[in-house]
Every structure is written in C-alpha cells, then in structure tokens.
C-alpha cells in the first residue's frame, strides 16, 4: 500500500525550531518529488515546498511566505522527506502534510499523509 | 505567481443534482498542470482530477474535469452523500498554488 505518514508536529515557540518527517512506504520513493503542504485552522491549502528527486538535480523550491525559514531534504535510503522550520511565528500554526509529487509532476500532488499539527504559540 | 480563484464560494444542492464549479487563473495554466481536489472534515485532500480532465485511481465517472487555458471547471453529475465536502483547484506548473475552495453543502 501506497502511504505517507508525517510525525514530528507539536507545540513550540515563536521564534524557535521543529523538524518535521514524512516516512513514505510502498513506492520506489527516490523517483518521485516530494511537496509539502499546510492548512491554518479553518482556511485552505497553502503549498510550502517541494524537493524534486536526485534525477531532476534534488533541488527545492519554496512559498514566499516560508523562503529563508523552512528547508526541506530528503534521504532516499531510508524514504524520508523532512521539512526543518525555523524562526517560527504564530502564522505558521497549521496541520502540514507531506504529499507525493511536485511541480510538473504528471499525475499531481496525488498521494498525501494524514497530516501533523504544528502549533506555534508562547 | 498564478492565482487561482474560484466560485462559487458555497454551492449549496440537494443529492442527486448536478454541481458545476469554477476555477479562474489570472494567467495561463497549461492544461497538463491542473488538478482538483475534495477534501472533507477532519480528513486530508485526496486527488480527484489531474491534466484538468483525467481522473485519478478509484475516482468515480460522476466526477469530471474540463477547460483550459485561464478557466477550468470540476462537474460532478450527481451529487451523492458523500460527495459533499471542500473542493480545491491547484495548478502545479511554476510554484504550485491552490485555489481558496468551494464549499458543497446539503441544501
């Protein structure tokens, strides 16, 4: 079966760090780019980021709303994709979903994890 | 940056009746690069249509997408019980980004 299981969300400061994972299983998950995508309490889909794959050079892009806070990486040997936030504010409060696929992907974003919750409040 | 909007914001209809909704794009989206999502409470978005008008795996037919170009539109024939939820356009081209939704509501 096809999955994506995010962990890592939870409670934190303004102004610190979190690192969240999505562990995928059931795809060769090296062929594929990698997005992640949040959702604040209430309100629609914000796309973060993606990381293409090693054979599209691995590279990142990134929302201006996150662009020199949040990083993401990916370790193919072990079918992780990891989104490092840093310098949080309160408006990153959301639940962050790791999905399958990127930009000019064919088929879209079209597998997505359950979500986590990332709550950024003092 | 291409921004999606879509309408109407709430499409309020009974089981059975046919919901025709509307994604406009303030530039070109090529068509391969268009998708739409439904997503309900408490639940992630899941995949309904890519390419604009192919559907994706285990998508029923009563679902079907169409357009090009700056507008695009999600029909769903007849609309069953569990059809009403939040739908989502996206174009995934050049940093992707969504539409705000369109809320299908029982009426």
């Known amino acids: 079966e096809v999955q994506l299981v995010e962990s890592g969300g939870g409670l934190v400061q303004p102004g610190r760090s979190l690192r969240l994972s999505c562990t995928a299983s059931g795809f060769t998950f090296g062929d594929y780019a990698m997005s992640w995508v949040r959702q604040a309490p209430g309100k629609g889909l914000e796309w973060v980021g993606f990381?293409?794959?090693?054979?599209?050079?691995?590279?990142?892009e990134y929302a201006a709303s996150v662009k020199g806070r949040f990083t993401i990486s990916r370790d193919d040997s072990k079918s992780i994709a990891y989104l490092q936030m840093n310098s949080l504010k309160t408006e990153d409060t959301a639940v962050y979903y790791c999905?399958?696929?990127?930009?000019?992907?064919?088929?879209?974003?079209?597998?997505w994890g359950q979500g986590t919750t990332v709550t950024v409040s003092s | 940056e291409i921004v999606l909007t879509q309408s109407p914001g709430t499409l309020s209809l009974s089981p059975g009746e046919r919901a025709t909704l509307s994604c406009r794009a303030s530039q070109s989206v090529s068509s391969s690069y268009l998708a739409w999502y439904q997503q309900k409470p408490g639940q992630a978005p899941r995949l309904l249509i890519y390419?604009?008008?192919s559907r994706a795996t285990g998508i029923p037919d009563r679902f079907s997408g169409s357009g090009s170009g700056t507008d695009f539109t999600l029909t769903i024939s007849r609309l069953e019980p569990e059809d009403f939820a939040v739908y989502y356009c996206?174009?995934?081209?050049?940093?992707?980004?969504f539409g705000p939704g369109t809320k299908v509501d029982i009426k």
């Open positions: 999905t399958r696929g990127g930009d000019y992907s064919y088929y879209g974003m079209d597998v």
């Open positions: 390419g604009a008008s």
């Open positions: 990381i293409r794959s090693k054979a599209y050079g691995g590279t990142t």
């Open positions: 996206q174009q995934y081209g050049s940093s992707p980004s």
